[in-house]
DNA sequence: TTGTACGCGTTATCAT
DNA sequence: ATGATAACGCGTACAA
């Protein structure tokens, strides 16, 4: 019940709490066998468990990262995790996830707590309002690595994807089977993935020739997304098919087409920034756009890693490339009767 | 860039350090308006934040709880991980969260690390391999709350829902629509959550007077669970439905139907144990069992802090009942033809 | 009302 | 090879 010390194990070994600590920390270059036995035993007996926090107060390293996501029910961000937690237990280190649930006071409020805590580093989703925040550690040198959405700040490491490129060619494939209204449904364009995405949707259209009706585009919070595509059907010629900006943007617009009884693949044809793990059991054909969220989490522990260590590691920022995936890649005739054959023009 | 300590802080505004440890913890009762606001202005200058590595060193508690979760890919368990989350916002604490991927060894060095990082207590969905460690966390009166599975310990504090009799009643509505031949599909049975849901199974087969034949009862991981499905349409009866042990198993016994091509609903009735996020995307009827994880992750919140808070709650269980959703009610005729009307026996 | 001095459990620096 | 002692940054009696 009692916590046991070193100075405990010390006295039971009869050595002092140096040779412990050496012991410890395996220098055993100059010690005795016997008295190495001796500590092991009396470890064993008092079922000692060092205190890290002890340590790490005179260390001035707590062995841990922290992540913060700007929101943990995007899929992508769990890929990340979880790659970074792999790296950290290769390299004994501890990751802590907070989750800033998309709202800036509380990623501020973790980044504060965790510097208090000492955290060595940090690997920031960053909601993109605390501008001052990120500058400030940047500034001081602290190990912090940003992950998925850019900054804007110079000598700042970044881990990202290229957006606009990856849906232009979504977009372009679209155009290809003949799709003209193409709407790109989209969250508020706070942040540099989403604006990257609409740029890649811009220049697919314009390269294609094609205008781009601000109508289409509906930038909008998830829980409104679907009132916003029921008047856009309600009082435009409809869209023929549909970008859905992520993950859960997907799901809005799957409710959406499911109670308004559309086909995908016949009727609409839907392309989503974002993989997820039922793609396989979608009934109807859809194309999603995978980034690598193992290789991007990979890439940004040990970015910090490096920092963490003292290093100034080169580039500064990584950009991943993402890929297509189809889900049911249709079988049956090439254009169906809502698209426009694009050599017919 | 370097550290800015109390003693800075106490120079700076020329006072004493206990004087500003006073001033932080916010004692002001003695205090002179004038080093208070004197204290104030050191503080803002030098940029001070306070350390909590040594705070905690001194005052033996991190403000830090753990939750080891056996598996985060469930559904159910990123569902109780908001609840504590935001019992801990509330609180001034805060949660780091441990993914065990179901692998007793990674659960039992979480739970070791966790304890020299001097957490001040766990909330864990047990693997159930490590039972000398989960008890000699409750015999040493460290304050540990166990959720979902339960370990079969005395007066250890556990959450979990009643999983027998839930899945009983699943599995007597679908002998109420006529099936009698209904495969039992579910991971190892390695933990409490899986045999209680055989257990509810078998109540329900047997109080119909229904055999239990151990064929249809398919044990086995996740990743095996197509090709023993595959046997089991191969060489006996088809089932008429399929249980999924959750959300997982779901995920591949879908994978399974799909490949098959059986249509839910006609030729198969599913029921799922566990809920997720895109039950209302299915296209076919499924239902699904919803255990009430916010409310079960928001009792093992409390129960935890009541513990480091030095009380004993009573009682020492709490279970909560699940219930069942209908993603799709079949609109269509009563009694598809692969089943059996119960009155015409 | 404020300051002094010590303790928390460890590691680092010297001695020995 | 091992031990004594001084940090690390903070909280807190107790003294003033």
């Known amino acids: 019940m009692k916590k046991v010390t070193m100075a405990d194990v010390a006295k039971e070994a009869g050595v002092s709490k140096s040779t412990v600590s050496q012991f410890l920390n395996k220098r055993f270059e100059y010690m005795g066998e016997n008295t190495k036995k001796r500590i092991e035993e009396a470890i064993e007996k008092l079922g000692y468990q060092p205190n890290f926090i002890a340590r790490s107060l005179k260390q001035k390293r707590t062995s841990m990262i922290a992540i913060i996501v700007a929101n943990i029910l995007h899929y992508f961000s769990t890929g990340i995790i979880r790659a970074i937690e792999d790296f950290c237990r290769d390299h004994d280190l501890h990751a802590i996830v907070c989750n800033a649930d998309d709202q800036p006071d509380q990623e501020r409020r973790y980044i504060e707590m965790l510097r208090a805590k000492q955290v060595d580093g940090m690997i920031i989703f960053p909601t993109g309002k605390n ?75 314009e390269d294609a020739g094609l205008p781009v009706d601000p109508d289409y585009i509906v930038e909008s919070p998830v829980d409104e997304v679907k009132s916003r595509l029921e008047s856009l059907f309600a009082s435009k010629e409809r869209p023929t098919a549909l970008f859905a900006g992520n993950d859960r943007m997907f799901l809005a617009v799957m409710e959406f087409i499911k109670e308004k009884g559309l086909v995908l693949g016949e009727e609409v044809d839907l392309v989503v920034f974002d993989n997820i793990p039922f793609a396989r059991l979608m009934d109807h054909p859809i194309t999603f756009i995978e980034q690598p969220a193992a290789e991007m989490g990979r890439k940004a522990a040990e970015l910090l890693f490096e920092q963490i260590n003292g290093g100034k590691p080169e580039p500064e920022e990584y950009v991943f490339p993402s890929r297509m995936v189809q889900a049911n890649p249709p079988a049956g005739p090439a254009l169906p009767g809502n698209r426009v054959d694009p050599e017919r023009k």
Chains 1, 2 share one sequence.
């Open 131 to 205: 501008r001052d925040l990120y500058e400030q550690m940047v500034r001081e040198g602290y190990p912090v690595v940003f992950v998925d959405r850019q900054t804007g700040l110079d000598h700042a490491y970044s881990v990202v994807t290229d957006n606009a490129a990856a849906t232009c060619q979504a977009i372009k494939q679209l155009i290809g089977q003949g799709h003209q209204r193409i709407a790109f449904v989209v969250q508020p364009l706070m942040v540099s993935t989403r604006k990257g995405r609409l740029e890649g949707y811009r220049k697919a259209m």
